[in-house]
């Protein structure tokens, strides 16, 4: 009986002691600290920072390359004569560029044409003779040149081969083209050219069906960008 | 002298004055106002190479902790200037390890295939074979979204015995864009016009309306250019009593932008 009453005493105590004193010693039954944790924290400070707009400055690229050139062009059977016309070029790395080229000349009379006097075989807007390609070179020797002890430019030298078409004789021919070149470069950006090709294509203008050869050797000035 | 090759005069006239306009312009001279990316070297030395390219010799070093600033680029090399006023070559890998003025990797902006699967404008030339002649073709293409896109395309025909023009408007569907080697299907419509060579008898230009259907395959390269190869089949709508039907494919390269 005794200690049934104990316990009772006991039991009140413990539940009304913490309440009395505010004590929250008892982790049972005190209100606890993560209560007050859990409460939302209140924000002091409202951050006022504004991102930052970081603009880099862009890195100036140089990989295309548009140029103009000029020099000699041998069409079959129909002469030596001044060649002149524009390229665009587009660098992939270090060893590889596609370009794309057009020209343009004039041709002359064939030999059979000058010594029978009267017979023309074309007439003057078929003896305009134009070409466009595209073609893919490779700089397979590049490397510097030196001018005098102080100075040194960039150089290359590298071999090109592509298609295209020939009008000429009022006829389109489907045109290989192929040859090497080189490449001295002034600075970073201005480039001299001299590049010797070969156009060939498959022709039936003089009567019998043959491979026609014509070769071009021309100068050239390029430009980075 | 002949007198065609004696027009040729002003063209070296011309010639002379661009060199000599070309050595006296030095484009770094007009570079120096505007503001240049300067990276500072973290790993032991940076390399400096006199032309953009593994073969050229490198004649300067930058130590760790020092900064450079990057003058141009060509392809993957770098052309950077020290404090010290040299100037050198300096390959992308080595760049990249460089850091920024945030003390990060520094990041180059490079094309590589991701930005070839969200870039929508293509274009390329391609070269095959039209029913005998030869083609040589041009397109430009337009993504819809990513697995469909317009494309114009133009082509001259080579033959033995006519040449002619064919432009198409064609839609094309990429079933699988994120394969490394990835197939395509085409259907289109347009015009093919044919004339017979000079050195023949002479027939009659012929103007024809074309439908087709085809498929083929795009393989990212590097950079900007895709490899693709693809056959296209074609119904030339004759005014003739039947209809002609003409196999076509090509192969070539594009160039995404």
């Known amino acids: ?225 | 002298m002949n007198p065609r090759l004696s027009a040729l005069k002003p063209t070296w006239i011309a010639a002379v004055t661009l060199i000599a306009a070309a050595l006296a312009w030095s484009p770094s001279a007009h570079s120096d106002d505007k503001p240049l990316r300067t990276v500072e070297v973290a790993d032991p030395f940076l390399e400096m190479h006199t032309g953009p390219g593994k073969g050229y010799p490198i004649t300067n070093v930058v130590e760790r902790g020092e900064s450079v600033q990057i003058v141009r680029r060509k392809t993957d090399w770098f052309k950077v200037r020290t404090d010290r006023g040299r100037e050198g070559w300096v390959n992308i890998v080595q760049l990249e390890l460089t850091l920024d003025e945030f003390g990060e990797r520094t990041a180059i902006e490079q094309i590589g295939r991701d930005e070839f699967l969200q870039t929508r404008w293509e274009t390329g030339i391609m070269t095959g074979d039209f029913a005998g002649s030869d083609a040589l073709a041009v397109y430009g293409g337009y993504s819809i979204s990513r697995n469909l896109s317009l494309e114009i395309w133009g082509s001259q025909l080579v033959g033995n015995f006519s040449n002619g023009w064919l432009g198409t408007v064609n839609v094309v569907h990429e079933t699988f864009p994120e394969w490394r080697v990835s197939p395509y299907f085409t259907i289109g419509a347009g015009v093919v016009s044919t004339s017979p060579k000079s050195t023949l008898v002479a027939q009659e230009d012929r103007t024809d309306q074309v439908a087709l259907v085809g498929g083929g395959f795009r393989a990212y390269v590097t950079r900007r250019f895709v490899l693709r190869a693809e056959y296209k089949s074609y119904v030339v709508l004759t005014s003739r009593d039947e209809n002609e039907e003409v196999e076509e494919w090509k192969v070539g390269f594009g160039f995404f932008f």
Not at chain 1, 24 to 52: M, Y
Not at chain 1, 151 to 157: K, V
């Open chain 1, 1 to 225: 009986m005794e200690s049934r009453l104990r316990f009772l005493f006991l039991s009140v105590a413990v539940l009304v002691m913490p309440a009395l004193t505010g004590c929250s010693s008892l982790p049972f039954f005190g209100p606890g600290e993560d209560t007050q944790v859990a409460e939302a924290p209140e924000q002091v400070i409202e951050p006022e920072v504004e991102r930052r707009e970081i603009v880099q400055p862009r890195i100036d690229t140089e990989d295309f390359e548009i140029g103009v050139y000029a020099g000699g062009m041998s069409v079959e059977d129909f002469g030596v004569n001044a060649v002149y016309g524009a390229t665009i070029a587009y660098h992939l790395n270090e060893a590889l560029f596609v370009e794309g080229a057009i020209g343009r000349t004039d041709t002359e009379e064939t030999s059979f044409e000058l010594l029978s006097g009267a017979a023309q075989i074309l007439d003057d807007d078929e003896r305009e003779f134009t070409y466009y390609n595209a073609s893919i070179g490779w700089n397979i020797f590049p490397g510097e040149a030196f001018f005098g002890r102080g100075r040194a430019f960039n150089q290359s030298f590298y071999v090109i081969a592509g298609l295209g078409s020939t009008r000429f004789g009022g006829d389109d021919q489907f045109t290989i083209n192929f040859g090497a070149g080189y490449r001295l470069l002034f600075n970073d950006v201005f480039a001299l050219r001299v590049d010797f090709r070969d156009h060939a294509f498959d022709t039936d203008l003089l009567g019998e069906s043959k491979t026609a050869h014509n070769l071009t050797g021309h100068v050239g000035f390029t430009f980075f960008f």
